[in-house]
């Protein structure tokens, strides 16, 4: 029972999320198991502090609760960040690779709804209830199960629908952060891959040690502008978007925008320095990412899923299963067996149970350690954000009218 509720507005939450953030890095240079498996440094931080606050919780009857506007602010400069590195030459390279990963996408929405309908019924739930612990919270994310628990909780007699979706899409959020490293780690070893050649990162900067370019502050606010001109931008291409009647996340309009401008502007004036592929770029997008992912891994509420930890831990660890299973031996052969297909094995474990950010965070994860993989930073946060929350709508209404 929660005595009180304790809010912390958001700028001290920001600065919490930083401390957490440095929390990880220094366990993570200190704790050779978070390197060896690639556990993103935020991931580790955010674990320990949403722990921290389950015990403030127990010991005292506090729940703690965090503003976190900010939050969402540094994913759409993470996104821009993406779309301004975007090279034309990958997102061409990246048309088969989208195709075959669009197509095992979908075809894994409909098999973790029925991993999840079984799951529900082996533990006495609702049929209902299984879509919730399927594709409604774990690739649909807290928003999809949110938007979708008043129908069931209404109409198919699932009173604590709500409560179901939350929990399952953050008992997926842990495990989309732990298990994208331990798999590319695996993968690389298993089929003898070889690290990728330097090509510029999309995010941070690799642990090895070396020749880098200069980085000081005059690039960094370079980059920082640039960033907000896409952004403008993206606003108001998003506004004329939801003016034809047709919805998406800012992120996606600033992402597509930065695209169009890394693509053009540097041919149009080819003495202008563009910040797409530096050092400077890619320091922004990695303290962008990691402080969104730290924030949002901080923010959860571990005390509320205690009434629901018994069912929903055997149903997810079912889903975990059938996660794994699909990556090693559908998603990693028919993505090509090589490095790309290695990192974007290890982005579908972040997406397929948590959301298309702890994707990217996977990812970048294993790119910091065996070079950068251009093509699947671009090709899954747009399966992410164009074709699975459409796709999913239909599949969840195809499984509660059955």
Not at 307 to 326: C, E, N, R
Request: net charge negative; proline share 5%.
């Amino acid at each position: 029972m929660v005595d009180q509720i304790v809010t912390i507005e958001n700028f001290l939450a920001y600065t919490i999320g930083i401390i957490v953030y440095f929390v990880g890095i220094r366990l993570t240079a200190r704790v050779a198991f978070l390197r060896a498996f690639n556990i993103p440094e935020p991931v580790t931080g955010g674990m320990i502090a949403s722990i921290a606050a389950l015990a403030l919780f127990s010991i005292s009857g506090y729940a703690i609760e965090y503003e976190l506007d900010t939050r969402d602010t540094l994913l759409v400069y993470f996104f821009t960040a993406i779309g301004l590195n975007a090279r034309l030459s990958d997102l061409l390279s990246g048309g088969r690779p989208l195709l075959v990963l669009l197509g095992l996408t979908l075809s894994f929405i409909v098999i973790q709804n029925v991993v999840g309908v079984a799951g529900a019924s082996l533990v006495g739930l609702p049929e209902a209830a299984g879509v919730l612990t399927g594709s409604a919270s774990l690739i649909g994310g807290h928003g999809t199960a949110i938007a979708w628990a008043p129908e069931i909780a209404s109409n198919h007699g699932v009173p604590n629908a709500l409560e179901i979706g939350v929990a399952s899409a953050t008992f997926g959020l842990v495990l989309a952060s732990l298990l994208g490293g331990p798999i590319a780690k695996f993968l690389l070893a298993r089929n003898k891959i070889q690290d990728s050649a330097p090509d510029g990162l999309l995010v941070g900067i690799p642990h090895e040690k070396g020749e880098t370019e200069q980085i000081n502050h005059i690039n960094i606010m370079g980059v920082v502008l640039v960033l907000h001109i896409a952004i403008i931008l993206g606003y108001f291409v998003n506004e004329a978007i939801s003016q034809m009647g047709l919805r998406l996340p800012l992120f996606v309009s600033c992402l597509l925008v930065a695209i169009v401008l890394s693509n053009t502007i540097p041919h149009v004036m080819p003495n202008l320095h563009w910040p797409a592929r530096t050092k400077a770029l890619a320091i922004v997008s990695d303290f962008s990412l990691g402080l969104f992912i730290a924030m949002s891994l901080m923010a959860m509420q571990l005390w509320s899923l205690a009434d629901l930890a018994g069912p929903l831990l055997l149903i997810l660890g079912m889903q975990t299963v059938a996660a794994v299973l699909f990556i090693l031996f559908l998603l990693f052969p028919l993505m090509g067996r090589d490095y790309l297909a290695t990192v974007l094995s290890a982005g579908f474990a972040g997406f397929a149970l948590g959301a298309t950010p702890t994707a990217v965070a996977n990812m970048t994860a294993v790119t910091k350690s065996h070079g950068p993989a251009p093509t699947a930073f671009i090709i899954l946060p747009l399966v992410g954000a164009f074709f699975v929350d459409l796709s999913n709508a239909f599949v969840i209404q195809f499984f509660l009218a059955g």
